[in-house]
């Protein structure tokens, strides 16, 4: 029935949304700046990379592409969002970090909730995409990890283009005067907090599911120094003149060709990261 969907489309909805709280992203920012100063020697970010944030932030809506290493990466590039006075990222986050009661608090300081699979959901993937072509249109910076998962080498992972196809499709229906701009995010760490259970899943071991008791284990790396963070933000890449250049409207291609040119767009950005 009616109904039925409606409870199911607003369950969905509730489960994936943010809810932005300013007293729970004033806390983390003063965490994130703890943490910072104790295990780090400095977070470097050039002025021609906070210019190209800026400029992204104010031209339209900037979705932001960061390489994916360690699990401080979104809390890096949210705090360095707050302390420049930006406008914070909406973030997509695995359901892996939807544990009490960290989910509670990324929820509030920006994280949407993603499934691994859709495999078998109907309703889900359409909430999913509409809300993200809500926080396009409404010009929300949104962060996601093209890589889907972090990288155990330290190399760079293949694309996948899930969220990028929504953002395409929600870039499409913009008006054409709004930019729609990927910025290619590079961070590296001179040394990984998680080294050592990298090496133990890359030795064969089972990788550990998040929750309190291992967030609890993790506070040792405060005992630890891991040198200097180094945030780059590569060249800007702009969807509306990949849009302009199509023979039709991106809606109207054949999804073999959509397949293909998101793959393309994909590992231009995995090249400038």
Sequence with gaps: SVARIEREVERNLNHIAARFSFRVVSWFAWICQFIWNRIFSGVD???????????AMRDGTAIL?????????????????????????YIVAGENLS????????????????????????????????????????????????????SRTGKLLPPKVGMLSMVMDAAADLRPDRKVTVLPIAISYEQI????????????????????????????????????????????LLLNETLENLPTHWSELPSDQQKELLFELGERVIYRI
């Design 193 to 236: 907090a998680e080294e050592k259970s990298y090496a133990r899943e890359l030795s064969g071991k089972k990788k550990k599911k998040e929750s309190f008791s291992q967030l609890l284990r993790a506070t040792s790396v405060l005992k630890k120094r891991f040198g200097k963070v180094y945030m780059r933000i590569g060249e800007p």
């Design 65 to 89: 592409v960061p390489c994916h290493r360690s699990h401080l990466d979104y809390l890096l590039i949210s705090s360095q969002c707050y302390r420049l006075g930006l406008v914070l990222p």
């Design 99 to 150: 544990f009490f009661p960290m989910g509670y608090l990324f929820r509030r300081s920006g994280a949407f909730f993603i499934k691994r699979s859709f495999n078998k959901e109907r309703l889900f993937p359409r909430v999913f995409a509409r809300y993200v072509r809500l926080l396009v249109r409404e010009e929300f910076p949104i962060e996601f990890f093209i890589e889907g998962g972090r």
């Design 45 to 55: 970010i050039r002025d021609v990379d906070i210019e190209r944030l800026r400029n």
